[in-house]
């Protein structure tokens, strides 16, 4: 009977099979085994059989067990290199979490197929997006299943032109970098001080900013800056002029914070104005998401909106099968879903299930999340919460203005005068991208006018005679290209999404082959 009872308890659990206490013990969301070598060892062979069937919500499904469990296919290797200091079930607990990853050009005519099956845990779909956006992939399609504890899911993924993937070098990188087992840690600087900034935005912050750095004798290296509902959030990576490595004296730390921190209070924000300074670097992107985030951006309202632009968020619970349904419907763009995932993770919710669609240039997201303990939304609140966040996740990267591309040779100082002439023109900086590679600098800014209007073009032209016709150049960027192939199948709308859900789902554990029908 308490077999029995253990068999009905949890519907996602794996089917019972010999080796079922030793099962038990493990707790599959992070692989923590309570197995002796011994045991592990009568695992293995007993994996035939315990890796037949895929729970989903519809009961479980019959599946190639190599496919499914990558510590026993014949893919997975098990030549790896580990630090001295990794004992025997650290190993086994990284084996079983290593992704098994397949690139497929054959299937699709349109896009190249990412698969990727894994074991379950907290932001590893977060992980595998981010891999595909930092080289600015474009998602077409998305089916992802997370249920009994194990993670799968396929990407339609193209470049930024619409085509597949046939660089050997970018396969590559995805399939090693999807293929890798991530901490999740923060990694120590490569000889950068890297500093976080947040408060009001106004005309010519940055100006200032960068005008206080360069008289720091700190020489930027990367930048990223975001603005929204008249907040800014900046991560700017810097090293000392002089050495050329980390800044690494106390009170030159100390007096970079004051100054910087001084110039973001203004004469109106001396509570909210944060700064700070670290030798660790974190996914600048994710980093940016979560300050604002914590700066609850998400409340405040909008300078100036435009409706058209305005992303469709909804939330209703699925009460039979214990999920909440997210819908969000927007315009299309690079990184989007990454976005919204990136929030839905820091908001500390699961995707167990999601349906990503593009149609034209729109895109359509559905996922199907539950809290870290397995609860669904429970309130009000919490829900329009959820529906604030996720706009303002979407708005964040969404910003309006002129696309500057500044590509010239780099020189202290560079960023602080090309910030003064956008000053002294009365445009401001809604968002950019600063790096520099050798010694050439490559960036990009968005600009408006002070109120946030589309910036006159006699003022943009003006300003490129300025810093250089050559050197600044007004560059869009490239269209999204969804072929008609890749349109076939139409995005639900926001409404009714729970009436729909069943057959959402199974078409979704059909694209992942793990049923022959979706009927």
Request: proline share 3%; aromatic share 8%; glycine share 6%.
């Amino acid at each position: 009977m308490e077999k029995n009872e253990a068999r009905v308890k949890d519907k996602t659990c794996f089917p019972l099979r010999p080796c079922r206490k030793q099962l038990r013990e493990r707790k599959t969301s992070t692989y923590t085994v309570a197995l002796s070598l011994r045991k592990v060892r009568f695992l293995a062979i007993s994996s035939k059989a315990f890796c037949k069937y895929k729970p989903t919500p519809f009961g479980s499904q019959r599946i190639p067990s190599a496919s499914f469990f990558p510590l026993f296919s014949p893919h997975f290797s098990t030549t790896m290199e580990w630090p001295a200091c990794t004992d025997e079930y650290e190993k086994l607990i990284i084996r079983m979490s290593t992704p098994r990853v397949v690139i497929d050009n054959a299937v699709c005519s349109t896009a190249t197929l990412v698969k990727v099956d894994s074991a379950r845990r907290h932001s590893i779909l977060l992980d595998a997006v981010q891999v595909l956006t930092d080289l600015n992939l474009s998602i077409t399609k998305a089916y992802i299943s997370s249920d009994g504890k194990w993670f799968m899911d396929v990407f339609h993924v193209t470049d930024q032109n619409g085509n597949k993937l046939t660089d050997e070098s970018v396969i590559k990188y995805i399939e090693q970098s999807l293929g890798s087992f991530h901490y999740g840690r923060t990694s120590l600087s490569n000889g950068l001080t890297a500093l976080e900034l947040t408060g009001t935005d106004r005309v010519g912050l940055l100006s200032e900013v960068f005008a206080v750095l360069a008289d720091l004798q700190c020489d930027v290296v990367e930048a990223k800056v975001w603005t929204h509902n008249g907040r800014i959030a900046a991560t700017i990576y810097v090293k000392d002029c002089d050495s050329g490595s980390t800044i690494e004296d106390s009170q030159k730390i100390s007096k970079i914070e004051v100054r910087l921190r001084n110039v973001l209070k203004g004469d109106n924000d001396i509570r909210s104005a944060k700064t700070s300074v670290s030798m660790a670097v974190m996914h600048s992107e994710r980093r940016l998401h979560q300050m604002m985030f914590a700066d609850r951006d998400y409340e405040r309202t909008p300078i100036l909106k435009f409706a058209s632009d305005n992303p469709v968020v909804t939330v209703q619970n699925w009460a039979e099968r214990g999920y909440s349904v997210v819908n969000v419907q927007c315009k299309d763009r690079i990184k989007l879903l990454f976005d919204v995932v990136c929030n839905l993770t820091d908001m500390e919710y699961v995707v167990f299930h999601a349906t990503i669609n593009t149609n034209g240039d729109r895109a359509y997201l559905e996922f199907y999340i539950r809290h870290k303990d397995g609860t669904p939304i429970s309130s009000e609140p919490e829900r329009q919460r959820v529906i604030q966040c996720l706009k303002a996740a979407v708005e964040r990267r969404a910003s309006e203005g002129v696309r500057l591309e500044l590509c010239t040779e780099d020189r202290q100082g560079l960023l602080a005068e090309v910030m003064r002439t956008f000053r002294e023109n009365g445009l401001n900086v809604t968002r950019a991208e600063i790096s520099t590679e050798g010694n050439m600098a490559s960036n990009v800014f968005y600009v408006t006018d002070g109120v946030g209007n589309p910036a006159d073009q006699k003022i943009i032209e003006s300003v490129r005679q300025k810093i250089g016709l050559s050197n600044l150049e007004v560059k869009e960027l490239p269209s999204l290209y969804h072929r008609k192939e890749e349109r076939e199948d139409q995005a639900v709308g926001v409404g009714g999404a729970v009436l729909s859900i069943g057959s959402l789902v199974r078409r979704n554990l059909y694209n992942l082959g793990l049923i022959k029908s979706c009927s």
